[in-house]
């Protein structure tokens, strides 16, 4: 079965860290682009980032550019969020997702989301 | 950067009403458009991409259609199952963007 399981979410001040991971079961996923999105409480989907296969190709949203860095390690099957100087509107369940690429484009599997709260 | 517009934000239907959820996007997105349930509590689950194309496993009574700016998700006979909130999403260009969502509540 395929499953992604993220972890690494909690509660943190603000202007403090916190390094998100996400683990892929079931599959092997260095060939696909792997991204993270959030969601704020009782709000929509929000894209954060995208990081290509091979890790050649990284984007992020305005929201959080030179803040946050996603990485993935494909020897461990595994993606991950650095978020620094992090704030309130930060706050949000964050979902590991597979981008899936071909003649056309999705999102799917996603995880099961951990929850980041950034409070004092 | 492109915008989705979900329309509308907020439905009230029956079980067995056809439900429509519009999605506008502000230029062209080649079609690269999916769409995604979220029941309360739960992850999204895609339903639909490239437009139109059922992910499988997903009942046959959604569908989706348009073309360039203008975008549909039809539900054709509402099932209880089916309450929940609906996002469209481009992804032709980045920063990758959602909808606003569209719930779907019973009446």
Redesign the interface.
């Given at each position: 079965e395929v499953q992604l399981l993220e972890s690494g979410g909690g509660l943190v001040q603000p202007g403090g860290s916190l390094r998100l991971s996400c683990a892929a079961s079931g599959f092997t996923f260095k060939y696909n682009a792997k991204?993270w999105?959030r969601q704020a409480p009782g709000k929509?989907?929000?894209?954060v980032s995208?990081i290509s296969g091979g890790g050649e190709d990284i984007?992020y949203?305005?929201s959080v550019k030179g803040r946050f860095t996603i990485s993935r390690d494909n020897s461990k099957n595994t993606l991950d969020l650095q978020m620094n100087s992090l704030r309130a509107e930060d706050t949000a369940i964050y979902?590991c997702v597979i981008?899936?690429w071909g003649?056309?484009?999705?999102?799917?599997p996603?995880?099961?989301?951990t929850l980041v709260t950034v409070s004092s | 950067d492109i915008q989705l517009t979900q329309s509308p934000s907020f439905l009230s239907a029956s079980v067995g009403d056809r439900v429509t959820i519009n999605c506008r996007a502000s230029q062209g997105i080649n079609n690269?458009l999916?769409w995604?349930q979220?029941k309360p509590g739960k992850?999204?689950?895609?339903l639909i991409?490239?437009v139109s194309?059922l992910?499988s496993g997903v009942p046959s009574r959604f569908s989706g259609s348009g073309s360039g700016t203008e975008f549909t998700l039809t539900i054709s006979s509402l099932q209880p199952e089916d309450f929940a909130t609906y996002?469209c999403?481009q992804?032709?260009s980045?920063?990758?963007?959602?909808?606003?969502?569209t719930k779907v509540e019973i009446k």
């Open positions: 991204s999105v929509g989907l929000e894209w995208t984007f949203a305005d979902y981008f899936g003649s056309h484009r999705w999102f799917d996603w995880g099961q989301g | 690269y999916a995604y979220q992850t999204p689950k895609l991409y490239g194309t992910q996002y999403q992804l032709n980045y920063p990758l963007t959602f909808g606003q969502g």
